[in-house]
Structure formats: structure tokens, C-alpha cells
């Protein structure tokens, strides 16, 4: 086999960890903009490190795929999975906000509305709509919000770079 196609074991985190990170956003926006959830200014936020992610793990699954340099590969998951511990980090923040643990951003409005589905007042509607309380969770499931959620999404997805990180060659 050409030493260009030989992969490193790394790969299959590297993948892993491109596809988990897609499948995590892709689900908050399809809460969104399908389940009608307008999302805080937190929330908006926690999503940063996976739409900077995504592109770092794919060009980690190249280079393992295409025999990149080991060192190469194994720098993008450690980007990867640094950037999942600071989504994470913006996870616990946002959902100690929503349990009142301590404050929320001075930043966040109070409440949200619908925006309007007529085309003549959706202008009208950029002025008098707020977007939703950071300290109030709109949803929750078994007892956690979308924050926390993103919580556990983004310490699973670290916890696949870091393991790409010790992969036996």
C-alpha cells in the first residue's frame, strides 16, 4: 500500500469526532429553526467551538486518512479537544445561570416572543423582540437543559480526541 494512503489509527476519532460535533450542533439548530426554540446569547455562544471545531476535525481525519504527518494529526485533536473543554466550560456556566448558581450576563434579555411571520413586520419585530433569558431554560429533558446537555456532548466528543491522542500506532 502507498505510504500516502496508509491511515493512521488516529483516524477513526478523527472521524468520530468530526461527525459528533455536526451531529451536536446540527441537532441545536434543528431544535431551532424546526422545534421553534429561539436560542439566549449563551446559547449561541456554546455553539462557536463546534463551528470552529468541525473543520479542525476534518482536516485531522485527512491528514490520518491521507498520511499526513502523525504530529499534524495529533495537534488538530488536541485543538479539537481543547476546544470541547471550553464548550464545555461555557456549558457549566450557562446552565449554573439557568439553576441560579450565580448571575448571567447582564447582556441577556428577559424574555422572548415569536417573530412575526408577515414580511411588513418582521423590521417592526427587530426592534420590539428579545431574544430569550439566559437564566431561564426553555427546555429541559431528564432534568437538564440544552446546556447541560452540551455539557456532556462536549466532554464525550473531548474525551474521542484525547483517546485519538493516544492511539497505538
Known amino acids: 500500500m502507498p505510504a500516502a494512503l496508509r491511515h493512521q489509527p488516529s483516524l477513526p476519532f478523527a472521524v468520530l469526532l468530526a461527525i459528533g460535533m455536526a451531529a451536536t450542533v446540527g441537532g441545536a439548530l434543528g431544535f431551532e429553526h424546526i422545534g421553534g426554540y429561539i436560542p439566549c446569547a449563551l446559547c449561541l455562544l456554546q455553539r462557536l467551538p463546534y463551528y470552529y471545531g468541525i473543520p479542525v476535525a476534518v482536516l485531522a481525519a485527512l491528514s490520518a486518512a491521507f498520511g499526513?504527518?502523525?504530529?499534524?494529526?495529533?495537534?488538530?485533536?488536541?485543538?479539537?479537544?481543547?476546544?470541547?473543554?471550553?464548550?464545555?466550560?461555557?456549558?457549566?456556566?450557562?446552565?449554573?445561570?439557568?439553576?441560579?448558581?450565580?448571575?448571567?450576563?447582564?447582556?441577556?434579555?428577559?424574555?422572548?416572543?415569536?417573530?412575526?411571520?408577515?414580511a411588513g413586520d418582521l423590521l417592526g419585530d427587530l426592534d420590539a423582540k428579545k431574544p430569550p433569558s439566559c437564566t431561564e431554560a426553555s427546555f429541559r429533558y431528564l432534568g437538564l437543559s440544552f446546556a447541560g446537555w452540551n455539557v456532556i456532548a462536549s466532554l464525550i466528543l473531548a474525551a474521542i480526541a484525547f483517546a485519538g491522542l493516544r492511539a497505538k500506532r
Request: hydrophobic content about 45%; proline content about 8%.
Open 68 to 118: 499526513g504527518p502523525p504530529w499534524l494529526t495529533r495537534g488538530l485533536l488536541l485543538v479539537g479537544g481543547v476546544m470541547m473543554l471550553v464548550g464545555a466550560g461555557m456549558g457549566v456556566y450557562h446552565a449554573g445561570a439557568e439553576w441560579g448558581f450565580w448571575e448571567g450576563p447582564s447582556s441577556c434579555a428577559t424574555s422572548a416572543q415569536g417573530i412575526s411571520p408577515s
